[in-house]
Antibody
Framework: QVQLVQSGAEVKKPGASVRVSCKAS????????LHWVRQAPGQGLEWVGM????????NYAQKFQDRVNMTRDTSTSTVDMDLAGLRSEDTAIYYC??????????WGHGTLVTVSS | QSVLTQPPSASGTPGQRVTISCSGA????????VNWHQQFPGAAPKLLMF???QRPSGVPDRFSGSKSGTSASLAISGLQPEDEADYYC???????????FGGGTRVTVL
């Protein structure tokens, strides 16, 4: 079965960077896009960006263009999301999700990132 | 401010029909298929409806979707207590070149 296993919770100070990892299994890693979506406490869903594991090509939401970087390792079926210049508003659960370019099909369990001084 | 507009809440008694609207624009709902995700408190979202009207395997047929122009709707017929959750519409936006979500609708079973 499809599994998206994410790295554990992180606590970071303002201005720092964070890396959240997502290890995929149960399907052909290069056949589906990997999206990242975040959810601030008590808020709705916000798309951060996506990566095509086959090509490594990324597509980021304009809001995050200058401080997010997504990479993949096809040997371990893992996608990493790095977010720099953290501020308190970046406190959220970050989900990786599998799908096509236009459709998110399967969600990971989420990783809580807390930004606090 | 979400690109897609949903009512913040909806409610009904068991057995009633509840409808959630999702309003967008030409580059998103007007041009692409709408999907819906269901999220229970403390849990990750789950795909509930895709391609405007298609249910993934395992989703009860009391859930139905529709789209017309730049708006879409999710209907729950025969509302059940276990349907209490947050519901999000989602669609690709050709202008923004990315996924956009509605603000979410909390469904309460009275």
């Amino acid at each position: 079965q499809v599994q998206l296993v994410q790295s554990g919770a992180e606590v970071k100070k303002p201005g720092a960077s964070v890396r959240v990892s997502c290890k995929a299994s149960g399907y052909i890693f290069t056949s589906y896009f990997l999206h990242w979506v975040r959810q601030a406490p008590g808020q709705g869903l916000e798309w951060v960006g996506m990566l095509n594991p086959s090509s490594g090509i990324t597509n980021y939401a304009q809001k995050f263009q200058d401080r997010v970087n997504m990479t993949r390792d096809t040997s371990t079926s893992t996608v990493d999301m790095d977010l720099a210049g953290l501020r308190s508003e970046d406190t959220a659960i970050y989900y990786c999700a599998r799908g096509t370019r236009w459709l998110i099909k399967d969600w990971g369990h989420g990783t809580l990132v807390t930004v606090s001084s | 401010q979400s690109v897609l507009t949903q009512p913040p809440s909806a409610s009904g008694t068991p057995g009633q029909r509840v409808t959630i609207s999702c309003s967008g624009a030409g580059p998103n709902i007007g041009s692409n298929n709408v999907n819906w995700h269901q999220q229970f408190p403390g849990a990750a979202p789950k795909l509930l409806m895709f391609g405007n009207t298609q249910r993934p395997s395992g989703v009860p047929d009391r859930f139905s979707g529709s789209k017309s122009g730049t708006s879409a709707s999710l209907a729950i017929s025969g509302l059940q207590p276990e349907d209490e959750a947050d519901y999000y519409c989602a669609v690709w936006d050709d202008s923004l070149n990315g996924q956009v979500f509605g603000g979410g609708t909390r469904v309460t079973v009275l």
